[in-house]
């Protein structure tokens, strides 16, 4: 196997430090818009194996799929890895396949509200541009594993670890997020920063989400719907979730029979109201603005202000959860309330990887996947989410790199 | 009475209105840093009375104390009327008092926070710029009247009122502001559109608030201490308020005997929320940020993303009110609390003056206080709030102008 890794940022960087502990390729090529960024992870990872000589850096345009597949071509790129904004997507997703290259990516291609009833019925929805590619995929025989990170990722592994292990009915699958993080400044105070990159943030949270129901297929609602506090397992504790726009809800139903998907976050109390606070005023937007003589948008100013989540880890202590809440029967007939999740500490991603923790737990699991394609666990062609495959292999191999998943019932409803 | 009036933005074209409707003054001139601004609200004052032929236009750059002389010299000058934000307050001043007129503003001189306990202490306090220079208008027998909007102004002109002819002894004299307005999008949907600059309202709200007690004297405390629900006459009703630093503070005890004295601003819970989410992002800053290639405050972003105040008025509905919550031992020397208070109707101000209430409501104040100066009602010289005059002829003369003032008993705590 040879990998053409697209992103240098956390995730791609974290990615490439799990990658060098593993034996199962044969080049590894990091590439990014920015040729110092794409040189310093791939020295990050080269300097963590003794010998380690099968990484390499390049620069490229991720927006330009002919420049995708002429580097895939150079490095005879068996597997295009996209490791940037899914804002990308296609490019590289069309570029891989230019260049005979099978895909993964972390996110699907983006969605397009509906013009008349953005909060009611969906528009183009998350992964549609991919879907209506599928044919073209398999008939070449070629595979694009899509959304497998965390979430989308190892919440779809779970889905179909349930369907086949744990459950004879599924009345919902749902993606339940949430985390005990918090970020202290120099003096040790707690300050408000966003693990995560705050213009996606705004982005997925302020989507009309999407939820999808047997009867009714795919709909959308108004942006944090159905508030649920869910008790978050491994001392996190409950936490204030709402339905968000996410690509489970997307992919399960494809594969998994079920009677409704959902994806809630956990944002909590305080970032709900800042999003809706932000909303109010229109700060969430995209759109330029003439501000004292200058063009900006008020979104990028929004993310400007804010530190860079990718600094944040030294000084961020908690854990985060993912997981997939999973409500219906047991095997055995009787109803049945279980959390199957992945709970991963900050302390320990910061020791061992020098990487936050979300960022890490997004990076291990396309790792993982690549690892069961190269072995060939796990084989298929045109474009599959994880659900489409055996659960198990993934599952134990994610114990076998260290970190575990875990499963709680909860109480029957 | 000749009048340079410097500002041709709402309250000033608005005060233009007012003027040309008295007989006390020979000239108007209205300068303005935009000549065509100065323009259109001469006109729009002149075409509202038949031969009227008293005001003119001019431009003016407000930070140079020397242009601000010259002009009122120009003009032959008796009165100096600062209608721009306090950010000039000095340059006018110092303008007016060195070309041999008086002065009159509607905010004074800008406050510093304190470098070490901003919200315990005080630094540089509003007006204290103004105040530092009273001997010398003094000793020229000249006067500068500070403060004479409507908060403060009005709510000042009340406290001198209550302490002569209401109470015997003062507790709290208690500066309540509040509304119940709202403002609709072209769908007739509410949206949220503060009634004033919003970037002088993240000032005013975000500073640490001052109060005054007899035993400590001025003293500050975090922002949006002490709230209160207080319930506003003419069916406003009740809206949560806090304290805010505003100048009524810093002028009262000047001359009012009391115990205490505070501003409380009726921000209401939505307003309170959205200025600490600012606060908490860092939105509120004024320091200018890189943003994709170019440089903005992010204040100022905040400030462009809203809609223009300006531009609000016929799409708002609702009253404001303005007034003195005053607690002590009345006349007879029971325990008395008032509210002393003037309530103004969008709707009245939109059809008489085209103007929006709030921006109305602060004009009228120095209009009435000019023509008491004109007819001698009002004389004094130095630097002096409006408690230091007779409070009866103003609020008699503000009734003649059509707009009554109101009382009412509160119950005794």
Redo the contacts between chains.
């Keep these: 196997m040879r990998i053409l890794m697209i992103g240098a940022g956390g995730v791609g960087s974290a990615a490439a430090k799990i990658l060098v502990e593993r034996d199962f390729f044969e080049a590894l090529v990091i590439a990014d818009y920015d040729p110092a960024r794409a040189t310093a992870a791939a020295e990050a990872a080269t300097s963590r194996r003794a010998g380690e000589s099968r990484v390499s850096a390049a620069q490229i345009d991720a927006s330009d799929a002919d420049a995708v597949a002429v580097l895939a071509r150079e490095h005879g790129a068996t597997h295009v890895f996209n490791a940037v904004d899914p804002i990308f997507d296609m490019p590289i997703f069309d570029g891989a396949f230019a260049a005979g290259a099978d895909y993964l990516d972390m996110a699907m291609s983006l969605s397009h509200k509906h013009p008349d009833a953005p909060y009611i019925e969906c528009g183009e929805k998350l992964g549609d541009a991919q879907f209506a590619k599928a044919q073209q995929w398999a008939d070449a025989g070629r595979l694009a594993l899509v959304g497998i990170g965390v979430e989308p990722g190892l919440s779809d592994v779970f889905a179909r670890y349930a369907a086949d292990h744990l459950f004879s009915e599924i009345d919902e699958l749902g993606t339940r997020d949430g985390a005990n993080l918090v970020v202290r400044d120099d003096d040790g105070n707690e300050i ?1 920063a966003p693990s995560f990159s705050m213009w996606t943030t705004i982005e997925e949270c302020l989507n009309p989400p999407v939820i999808w129901e047997k009867e009714r297929g795919w709909f959308t609602t108004p942006p944090f719907s159905e508030p649920e506090v869910f008790d978050f397992p491994e001392g996190i504790g409950p936490v204030e979730c709402v339905n968000v726009e996410h690509e489970e809800v997307l992919l399960m139903p494809r594969w998994v029979d079920c009677r409704r998907a959902t994806f809630k976050y956990g944002l909590g109390e305080e970032f709900i ?2 999003l809706k ?2 909303h ?4 969430d ?1 995209t759109e330029k ?4 003589g ?5 979104r ?3 993310a ?3 530190p860079d989540p990718a600094t944040l880890g030294p000084r961020m202590s908690g854990k985060t959860c993912a997981g997939l809440y999973v409500t219906g029967k047991g095997k055995d007939g009787a109803p049945r309330a279980t959390y199957l999740y992945h709970v991963v500490d900050n302390a320990d991603t910061m020791r061992d990887y020098d990487a936050q923790c979300v960022v890490w737990q997004t990076a291990i699991n396309p790792v993982v996947a690549l690892e069961l394609l190269a072995t060939g666990m796990w084989s298929g062609s045109g474009v599959l989410g994880p659900e489409a495959f055996d659960a198990v292999p993934f599952l134990d191999l994610l114990k076998d790199y260290g970190s575990p998943w875990g499963m709680q019932e909860k109480p029957v409803g």
């Design positions: 408000f109201n800042i606070v932000l109010t005023l229109g700060l937007s603005l003439r501000v004292k200058v063009e900006v948008s008020p990028d100013v929004v400007a202000v804010l």
